[in-house]
């Protein structure tokens, strides 16, 4: 087992504390937060320190996972991740046991893969990523760096996401489609046309009302 | 294994009783139901009576799972659970050996969690709830009991879900949503806003045409 | 192992040759296509000639799968379906060990289940199916001939779908609904009203606006 060092200690943190654990292969040290940030919970983890402290981590052989999520915009996950990687870091592509990850597909270095995530053949995932929990990345997709496949979405055979976009919960990219860089899916979107870079797209409205 | 014997015999039970044998825990004996009523089709489990002659599989220490679903209203559901209880039954929490639940989660006695659901790290389930096949309760997010999240619903994130509440099927609730007591949420829809006790909210109208 | 030849070379055969590698109870010889096609990538199996070469290798005892996908229509499939058996080709069910098939379900020649699919107890399914992955038919529900589940679509308890249907990715049938042969549901549709034969339908708009 090696050590890793987390960044970021809200709910995605948890989620991938549970997913570290399941797979047997870290011995999670703890977790380091923005300067003078307290965690609620920490499934039982110590809070290290601050982001500052990181480069002593890595200098003892920690390895390091980016436990804050992403949903209106990718730049704090990236700048955690370009400064984790200048600072030497070694940043393990984490995949829960409960993920299927065909043998034909390529994912990249920082990018965690959630339960029951499938990652299909020949699909390819760039650098930093979230595929989250019960995602979809279907055969011959691809998907750029820094990119937040949320949970339950379906990017179905061949579609192309960008760099740093959000595919929001349950929503559905057709086969083929492409997406590109900076785009913002609201959950349960269907995509059936290509989108241009920075491109925000929500779905459908609800008509409420009181039960009786 | 312990012995069982479950209170109604529809199509919900028969999920159920997939679910229990996929468990290997427990005998099932077979299924009670209303006075009258003759069912279909029990997997070759007997129609052992009504819901009168549940005091006497309770003495013999028979364990009680509910097995009627739950769609408009969770009112007969309830009503079972209370009656069971009252005569002094064992619930157990029947979770699928295929269905993922966090070490990390809490689930109340008499829910059911069926094949491929997960209930992730901190979640907390009520009593009494179905929680269906491929649905998801994500990272902190509270289910109240006697709620019903239909197959495939995602609860994401510290989103929280009342009492006596219907998610429907593939229906998407955001991140930290809170959404009250007996609210019903049509199929397919997207939450995003918080909802008062007693919302009823159906997304979508899809548009009509034959084929050519 | 029993040798297989696959009838179409796309992307859906790439997903399928991913299913039947994971099964480990067959060796794949190759891939027949149509005369003159040339295909991009096959994950390193041969092309072995063209449809009409099929004959020759049903004579060697070869099995034959079908891995052309389908989504506006079932026509081609079911054509190669109908030459393949008309020469006799013994036509497997394949069914991924990451789905799920209850015991209590039945699945017909020639259908195949791709990773964690489910079919529930009682559920039928016809012959040439596809059930994509992550696809979910639930209890009792039944499904005609030469129809495609795709990705993530929810078929509900005792849901009814026809032959020659599509029933798009994330989309959601009700409980009970019947759905009549050569309907088309969009992606991401919830379908609560039973749809006679030959309908198309298609779901949500959605609001497109740029990022700022």
Redesign the interface.
């Known amino acids: 087992m090696s050590a890793v060092v987390l960044l970021g200690g809200g709910?995605?943190c948890?989620?991938v504390?549970?997913v570290i654990e399941q797979t047997g292969l870290y011995s999670i040290l703890g977790v380091l937060e923005k300067e003078g940030f307290s965690c609620s919970?920490l499934?039982g983890y110590p809070l290290l320190g601050s982001d500052h402290d990181l480069p002593a981590f890595i200098e003892q052989n920690c390895a390091v996972v980016i436990t804050i999520?992403q949903?209106k915009t990718s730049e704090p996950r990236e700048k955690l991740y370009r400064y984790a990687k200048e600072a030497g870091a070694e940043m393990p592509t984490v995949v829960s046991p409960?993920a299927?990850l065909?043998r034909?597909a390529r994912v990249g270095a920082g990018t965690t893969v959630m339960?029951?995530a499938?990652v299909?053949?020949?699909a390819e995932i760039g650098e930093n990523c979230i595929i989250n929990?019960?995602a979809?990345v279907?055969?011959?997709a691809k998907i750029g760096n820094h990119t937040h496949i949320?949970?339950?979405a379906?990017v179905?055979?061949?579609a192309q996401i960008g760099q740093r976009c959000f595919i929001?919960?349950?929503a559905?990219i057709?086969?083929g489609i492409d997406i590109g860089d900076?785009?913002?899916i609201?959950?349960?979107?269907?995509?059936?046309t290509n989108?241009p870079d920075?491109?925000?797209?929500?779905?459908?409205?609800?008509?409420?009302?009181?039960?009786t």
Do not use: P
């Open positions: 709910g995605h948890r989620s504390i549970d919970n499934m999520g949903i409960r299927y065909s034909h339960h029951e499938i299909n053949c020949s929990t019960k979809l279907e055969h011959d949320a949970t339950g379906f179905n055979g061949g929001g919960s349950g559905v057709h086969n900076g785009c913002l609201g959950a349960g979107t269907i995509v059936r989108l920075g491109t925000v797209l929500k779905g459908q409205q609800a008509a409420i009302g009181m039960a």
